[in-house]
Every structure is written in C-alpha cells, then in structure tokens.
C-alpha cells in the first residue's frame, strides 16, 4: 500500500512533536509541554494501525494527556517539568495528574516495547510484538474487564508489511526514523519509570 507522504517522506515527518525533540536537562527533568505534544503525536500511530479495535488504547492514552495537561494549565509555573508537576501536585493531596502520567508512561512503554521488538525480529508479525508488549507492561496492571478489550486490539494488528508501507515507501527510510524517534521514546519511558518508582512520586 502506498503511503500518504511526499515522496522520500515517512510518517514521522507528519508528526507535530517527535520524542527527539522533548528538552530532557541535566537532571533528567522532562519538560512538560513538548511531552505531552510528542505523546499526542504518538497517539496518530494507532491510526496508521487502522483498526477500531485500537480506540479504547487510544482513549486512554488520550484521556491520561488531558488530566496532565489540565494540571499544566491549573498550576503553569508548578508544572514546567514533569517531574515537578508530580511533586506539587502531591504536595496539595491530589494526584490525578500524577496518576494520568503513571498510566500514560505505561500505554507509551507498551508502544516502546512493541515496536523494538517488531524492528529486532523482521520475521515477527506485529500482532506477537504487540501481545507481547501488553503482557509485560500494561497487563498486569488491568482488571479482568479491561484485559479483553485490549486483547482484542492486540490482535486486530495489520500484517506487518502492510503497517510498514503506511509508514512511508522508503523502507530502510522508515526504519532509519523510527530508530531515532523510538530511541527518543525509550530514554523518556526510561526516566518516567525511574522517577514514578520513587518515594516522592508515590500517593
């Protein structure tokens, strides 16, 4: 299927912020509003995997971007790292933000995780990378209600050369930006793992 790029373009030209370009600084703080635009833009993937089935995934990756957002532009100066977000919004005993990016950095793992394996096997279909993926990162965390529905996504995943091919037509192109974009992901998912693990990011 031929893609919907220029030509010599690929989806991540198409994105409005890449994880390559979220400003992490010294102290590994991640800033808030790049973030959150490289998730938002993360989120269009599941429209190139093209299934309804990917929607409730989708919602709820979107539904956990709007709570840190709206604690973003409730407390601005509070907020202008994700890191600090978290630390005062806790500190007024509240934790909706924090809990939105908790759930977030898992559904942005499961994508991490999903599409590292699927580019480190080129035989594997994305519908095992994907099964995968969710069993290590957000299943263990869904109630017995929630795990069919995301089940069923996992296997309504296009075949592997179709997804690729929406990607761009250039296919080592493709692979060349979405190394550089997922390695982006991966050092973000990395922080948010590390700090969401500490004391001062419980509640």
Sequence with gaps: MASSYPAGGT???SLKRSFTDVPVDAEGKISTTEFLEASESLVTLFD????VAFNPVKN????NIKKIRDRQLAAPTLSETLQDLVINELKEKKH?????????????????????????NPSQELSDSFRSAYG???KPH??????????????????????????????????EEMQKWLGALEKVVGGLKEFMGRKEAKW
Excluded at 60 to 63: F, I, R
Excluded at 99 to 118: H, I, M, V
Excluded at 155 to 175: H, I, M, Q, W
């Design 60 to 63: 709820d990756m979107l539904g």
């Design 96 to 120: 909706v933000a924090t809990e939105g990016l908790l759930w977030l950095s898992r559904g942005l793992d499961f994508t991490a995780q999903a599409l590292r394996a699927n580019l480190a």
């Design 48 to 51: 190139v995997l093209g299934s």
């Design 142 to 175: 869904h109630s017995f209600m929630i795990k069919p529905i995301f089940s069923a996504a996992m296997s309504a995943t296009p075949y592997r050369k179709t997804f690729y091919g929406k990607l761009g037509d250039d296919e080592a192109k493709v692979n």
């Design 136 to 138: 290590n990162t957000l």
């Design 11 to 13: 989806f991540f030209d």
